[in-house]
Structures are given as structure tokens and as C-alpha cells.
């Protein structure tokens, strides 16, 4: 068996909890520093005013009945209260499982119900509204307390008057490794969507390995755009841990706005964005990037995850903005907390297709699934991976993790890679159901098993088409239907009952039968190779 290995020094594992990780940060000289920054108002929010706040979050959490094990969902926009939030209930001992905010209230209620959520924090407005509907309108999470994020925030912030006793961070009871910190939700390499249980210890570590990797891309003197959504692994590790962990500056948006962001990086000079493929190509084709000439002289890293992203995109980016700005990748799973790859900031122009070195103390694999056996050396064949990053398992799904975690702390990833002499490594194709729409994950079998929900619907099987112009898979459907339907209203029906990246934006095509192997599995490479007009 062939084991690739990390180039860097192994890092020593860090065993202690996340929110002990950032209280005990070596890269916090000055409490006064600025830590998280509101883009839109400028209220900024020192590690200090920061760390304050989490004592009074975790006092008023313990008050309303969060104690360990207990289950938190939160359903909110970024905003500078949102990190103290996920490190308060963690330091009242419970656990995380952040809800994408563009979810229905369909959507919602089953992952309320997966995760066994107890309470959900909710924005004001169209979320809570969501969150008191869904939890009254389902007998099952009916005992799921809702509380609004805004009065939460005030009742602390009036609490750190000395009305209430602060709260001191729970000792774990169980070690680092076996605690769980977060339920983020994952399709993995095949089915619906699966809670991705995942430690203290695995985040922690990912955030030590992925700043041990690279030191202009993590620098305790970056001024991040914080706009990627903290609910997603990305943004939770980067902004939520990384960022306040290295005492760097985030700048909060609550959502992506190109112009809004163009500004912020003159207004804050921020130097460092961590961006998707679909934001590189408003870097390299909105004609805003030349309103806004001023933001060459900040922006300095441009670093994308999520999708691929190609060395054409990257170029034309670099191009653009007169090579002031290095165009880095990351790469990895909410599976794997996420980052297991990264490009150096230093690196050869020619490299940027590439999504790096393996991070420090990360192993990696390529093999043949069907045979279990090595690919040729170099690749290609799936990409296996070993660290402490790896998640624990899925929640309650031992289909899934037999699937998945495959013995030894091996992991598959679902992806097809390739590895240059250099060490450099590259994502070529993806062997896993899962679509990635703008960076987020679509699950094939969630959107099948709804469309065969409409009456008229005999059949059903879901693709990602690639879409040059957006730089991003978009998901399609092709149905067989009963006859005199009307395959334009099944998907008005479908796409309004789901998030908008899992709409069918690609659209949906009317067939005659799905094509299918003798065993009943969908073929979907036929589907991706036909070239209908929708
Ligand atoms: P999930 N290139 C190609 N495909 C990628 C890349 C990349 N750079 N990054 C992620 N993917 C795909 O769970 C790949 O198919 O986590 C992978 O299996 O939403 C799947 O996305 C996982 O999707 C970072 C910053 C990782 C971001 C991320 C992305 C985590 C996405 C490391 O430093």
C-alpha cells in the first residue's frame, strides 16, 4: 500500500477543547485588538469585548437549560454576535448544528429532527418566523424551544452589567476527541443527507494544521472578508476558529454582495478574501472590479475552496487585478473539518490549478474502489485520507460510515485526484453523487425523492451540468411523467419547496426512461453526456 505523505513537519495534536484552544491562543499579545468588524455600521469588537461576551452568552445558555450534549441549531445571517454564540453553547457544553439560512421550513424540520435539536437560535424576521412555523407544524421536534438570536444578544449584553454571574467555559467530561462539537450536514458520497459528527478535536487540529501549512495565508495580521456563510465548514472553520484564533480582523457581512464587499476591501483594506469559483468570475469578468481600481492596493490573497476552480479562471483573475493579488486553493470535506490540501501563497504561476500539499500531520491514499487496491502511482483514482481532522462517523447512520470510513483511520473522499512529482495535487473528477451548486452541496437523492413525491412524476434522476458562465454545477433533472403533465410546473412545484442552490436551475427535461444498471442504480455519467435544450 502506497502512503503519501504531508510535506511539512508533523504538528503536535492538540487535546484540549476548541473554546480552551482560542482562550489559550500563543497569537493574542493585546486584548485590545480588533477582532470582528460589522461591515455595513463598523461596530468592532475587540478579543476582549469578544471573550467577555462569551461568558455572558454561556450564562444565559446554562440559564435556559443547555448543558452538555444538548443540541443547538442556529439559523442566522453572519453577524459579529455569531461566533461568540457557536463558542457559548460549546462552552456550556453542547453541541452545534448550523442550518443553512436559505433553507425551507421543510428543510429545516428534518434537520431539526436528524440531529435531535433541542433549541433553535434564530434571527429575527423571515428565520424565526421560519423556525416557530416548522417546530409547531411537527409533533416530532415539537419540544424544540426557539429563541430569538436578537433578544438573546440583548438580554447578554445587559448581563454583562454584573446583573448575572458570568459563565466559565464546562470542562469536558469525556476527552477532546469524543466530544462532539458540531453536526454539519453532509450527503457524503451517496444518499441524503447525513449528520457529520465532529469533534473538538477534530476542528481544533484542522485549524492548527491549516495555519501550520502557510503563514501569509494565515497571518495574525490579515484583515479577512468574512462573507461566506458561517454555517457552511468553510466560513466555520476560517472565520468562526481560524481568524479569532490568529487574532486577524474579520470583517462581517451578513451575506455576498460583490459591490458591497469592493467597497469594504477599500473602507477596512482587507487584504485576505476567501472566495468560491463563481466569485472569480466576477473578479475576472464585473465590470465593477474597475470602479473599484483602489482595491489593488490591499487585497492580497484571493483564496477559493468548495468547487473547482480552474488554472483559466485563475489566470484571467490574476490578470486582471496586475498580478497584485496570489490566487490560492483549499480543499477538503465537512467530513474532514474541512482543509486536508492547500496551495502556498508561494507558489509557481502555473500551479494555481492545483489544490496544493497535503496540510501537516494529513496522509493521503489513491485507490481503485472496486478493487480495493492502489491506483498506479501519482494517480489517478479516489482520494483516501487519514488525520485528526477526520470526522467521527455519521450520526446514526452505520450504512454510511461502513461506507465511508474504511478501516485505520482511512477515509474516502468521493473524489478523483492525481499527484504531480512536486507533491502538487490536483482534483480531476468527482466519483460521488454529490453536486456542488455555488460552492454548496446538492444531494441527487433528496431532489429525486421529492420530485417522485408529485403525483405525475413515474420516474426521476438528478445531475449537476456544468455552467461555464457561472462557473459552477447547477442541478438538472430528468423525469419520466405521466401522461398530459407538465414538466414546467413539476419543477415551479419542486424549486419552491427547496433552499435556491438546490433549485433546477439547469432545468428539467421530460424522458422516456432513466437509464439504470441491471441493479437499479441510476446511471448518471448517460445523463451528464446527453445535451438537451431546456
Ligand atoms: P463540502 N477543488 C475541487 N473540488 C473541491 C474543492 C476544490 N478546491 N474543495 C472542495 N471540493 C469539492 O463538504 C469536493 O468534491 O466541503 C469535495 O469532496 O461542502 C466536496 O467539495 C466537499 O464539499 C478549505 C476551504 C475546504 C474550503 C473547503 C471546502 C469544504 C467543502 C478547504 O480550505
Not at 504538528?11 to 486584548?31: Q, R
Not at 468560491?276 to 475552496?305: H, N, Q, T
Not at 474502489?369 to 447512520?397: C, F, H, S
Not at 438528478?462 to 457561472?470: C, D, H, L, P, Y
Amino acid at each position: 500500500m502506497h502512503v503519501y505523505k504531508s510535506p511539512y513537519p508533523p504538528e503536535p495534536l492538540y487535546e484540549g477543547s476548541l473554546v480552551d484552544l482560542l482562550l489559550t491562543s500563543k497569537f493574542h499579545k493585546s486584548h485590545n485588538s480588533p477582532v470582528l468588524t460589522d461591515a455595513e455600521t463598523g461596530e468592532t469588537l475587540t478579543i476582549r469585548d469578544h471573550f467577555n461576551n462569551v461568558r455572558s452568552f454561556t450564562a444565559t445558555l446554562k440559564n435556559h437549560g443547555v448543558t452538555r450534549g444538548t443540541v443547538v441549531a442556529l439559523f442566522a445571517l453572519n453577524n459579529i454576535y455569531l461566533p461568540c454564540m457557536h463558542h457559548a453553547i460549546l462552552a456550556a457544553g453542547g453541541v452545534i448544528t448550523p442550518v443553512n439560512c436559505a433553507y425551507t421550513s421543510r428543510e429545516l424540520g428534518e434537520q431539526l429532527e436528524i440531529a435531535n435539536a433541542k433549541f433553535i437560535v434564530a434571527q429575527d424576521g423571515h428565520w424565526l418566523k421560519t423556525a416557530q412555523e416548522t417546530v409547531s407544524s411537527s409533533e416530532s421536534i415539537s419540544s424544540c424551544k426557539v429563541l430569538s438570536f436578537e433578544q438573546f444578544v440583548k438580554d447578554c449584553l445587559s448581563n454583562r452589567d454584573g446583573k448575572t454571574a458570568l459563565g466559565d467555559p464546562l470542562p469536558l467530561d469525556k476527552s477532546a476527541r469524543e466530544t462532539l462539537a458540531y453536526l454539519c450536514f453532509s450527503s457524503g458520497t451517496t444518499g441524503k443527507f447525513k449528520g457529520v459528527k465532529t469533534s473538538h478535536f477534530n476542528l481544533a487540529n484542522n485549524v492548527l494544521q491549516a495555519i501550520a501549512a502557510d503563514p501569509v495565508i494565515f497571518s495574525p495580521n490579515a484583515i479577512y472578508a468574512g462573507f461566506l456563510p458561517q454555517t457552511h465548514i468553510y466560513a466555520l472553520n476560517l472565520h468562526v476558529y481560524t481568524s479569532i484564533f490568529l487574532g486577524a480582523q474579520l470583517i462581517v457581512f451578513p451575506a455576498f454582495d460583490f459591490e458591497r464587499f469592493l467597497k469594504a476591501v477599500i473602507r477596512y483594506r482587507i487584504s485576505h478574501a476567501h472566495v468560491v469559483p463563481p466569485i472569480m468570475v466576477l473578479f475576472a469578468k464585473s465590470p465593477l472590479v474597475d470602479k473599484y481600481p483602489e482595491i489593488k492596493y490591499s487585497l492580497r490573497i484571493l483564496y477559493s475552496g468548495a468547487a473547482p476552480l480552474s488554472q483559466g479562471l485563475a489566470d484571467a483573475v490574476t490578470e486582471r487585478l496586475d498580478s497584485k493579488v496570489t490566487v490560492c486553493q483549499g480543499y477538503g470535506l465537512t467530513e474532514t473539518s474541512p482543509v486536508t490540501h492547500m496551495s502556498r501563497a508561494e507558489r509557481p504561476a502555473d500551479k494555481v490549478g492545483s489544490i496544493g500539499f497535503l496540510v501537516p500531520n494529513i496522509e493521503a491514499r489513491l485507490w481503485d474502489p472496486e478493487t480495493g487496491q492502489d491506483a498506479k502511482l501519482g494517480g489517478p483514482g479516489e482520494l483516501v485520507v487519514r488525520g485528526p481532522n477526520i470526522m467521527l462517523g455519521y450520526l446514526n447512520n452505520p450504512t454510511a460510515d461502513a461506507d465511508t470510513l474504511i478501516g485505520d483511520g482511512w477515509m474516502r473522499t468521493g473524489d478523483i485526484a492525481r499527484v504531480d512529482e512536486g507533491g502538487y495535487w490536483y482534483i480531476i473528477d468527482r466519483s460521488k453523487e454529490m453536486i456542488k451548486s455555488k460552492g454548496f452541496q446538492v444531494a441527487p437523492a433528496e431532489l429525486e425523492a421529492l420530485l417522485l413525491k408529485h403525483p405525475h412524476v413515474i420516474d426521476a434522476a438528478v445531475i449537476g451540468q456544468w455552467s461555464e458562465i457561472e462557473a459552477t454545477e447547477q442541478p438538472r433533472a430528468f423525469v419520466v411523467l405521466a401522461p398530459n403533465s407538465d414538466a414546467a410546473q413539476i419543477k415551479e412545484w419542486a424549486d419552491a419547496q427547496v433552499a435556491k442552490h438546490k433549485r433546477l436551475s439547469a432545468g428539467i427535461v421530460a424522458i422516456d426512461q432513466i437509464p439504470k444498471s441491471p441493479s437499479g442504480k441510476i446511471l448518471r455519467r448517460f445523463l451528464k453526456e446527453r445535451n438537451d435544450d431546456t
